[in-house]
């Protein structure tokens, strides 16, 4: 195998191993960035034609560029793509495209050591793993799946509507990903329905002009329980009672979904006016799969031409990293972006999906920390 040695491995070259990247070459730290696809940012490449940060773009930009003044406040995917291009040029980064990490190990006498499926095995002081939550799909089976004679895929081979134009699909899961395929799905003139296996938090993406973005992270500096209840009469007052439509409103306010949980509500972008229209139905959750129809918990059989299935992924980290699920906390998420122990010496950036400013904004506060701390071993 081909070895190559570096003070500071990064692994990924989605936006947190660009954030990575730009500190440590702001910052004059030499590094090797990993990328097994050929070219930086793949994944927002991939989604869906429709997609727009959720977030505002005030907290969403990367280290030392932020985005234009022209930039709408909610940036599109192509947009977003264009800018991370302009990052890689304006920050000369390099990465290593074509190189799969497949195993992270602690290497002898310090260090570690990560092997890719191309052949190649690096050793480095340090290395940042920056793979993301959406590293592997989560695809779940039901009875009877392998005879379904529609079509099965997961949301992220989904581009839009166009396919499907007065056909019936089921959009299984209502995260932010299926709320806004089956909302491109009516749009485009097909006939969706979301499949629920219980409540969900579902809160606007602007109120009266403002971002709730922008709110939001304003009640996180209140007590819990002043923000929380601010929280629950914001959700009354705009998204109302639901149940009367298949969803049910869970107990847990919005924020504290997203700070115990690291579950971001759905933020609506008008999927819950098409619901109420009865242009998008909703259905329980699945219990079968037949032929031509799919039977639901509720007893039902519906026939549906197409099943998207908007289940979400994980991050494959406790199998990627060696010992990897001390790192993890009980809901599988990465616990911190510093790794101790066995572990120190390994970051993880990109997993914090607990801060009310998004993920982008907590990528760019955290690849700083990082680079600190790296600049700060340097010197002991």
Known sequence: MDSLHTENLIIGAGPAGLAMAGQLRRAGRPFLLLEQSQQVANAWRNHYDRLHLHTIKATSHLPFKPFPAHFPQYIPRQ??????????REMDIQPQFGQEVVAIRRAE???????????RVYTAERVILCTGFNRLMQIPTWPGQEGYRGSIEHSRSYKNGRPYVNQTVLVVGMGNTGAEIALDLVEAGARPSISLR??????????????????????????????????????????????????????????????TLGQTPVIDLGTVAHIKAGRIQIVPAIEQFKEESLLFADGQTRQFDHVILATGYHTGVGELVENGRQLLN???????????????????????????GGLLHSIRLQSAEIAAEIGGEKKK
């Open 330 to 356: 009980p809901l599988g998420h990465p616990a911190h972006w510093r790794g101790t122990g066995e572990h120190a010496g390994l970051y993880l950036l990109g997993y914090d999906a607990y801060s009310t």
């Open 79 to 88: 947009m977003l793509v264009d800018y991370y291009d302009e990052y890689q």
């Open 109 to 119: 006498g310090g260090g570690w050591t990560a092997a890719t499926a191309q052949g």
């Open 198 to 259: 219980g409540p969900i938090n579902i809160i606007p993406r602007d109120v009266l002009g403002r971002p709730t973005q922008q709110t939001a992270m304003l009640l996180a500096k209140l007590p819990t329980r002043v923000g929380d209840a601010i929280g629950i009469l914001v959700r009354k007052l705009t998204v109302g009672d639901l149940s009367r439509y298949g969803i049910a409103t869970p107990a847990l306010p919005p924020a504290a979904q997203l700070r």
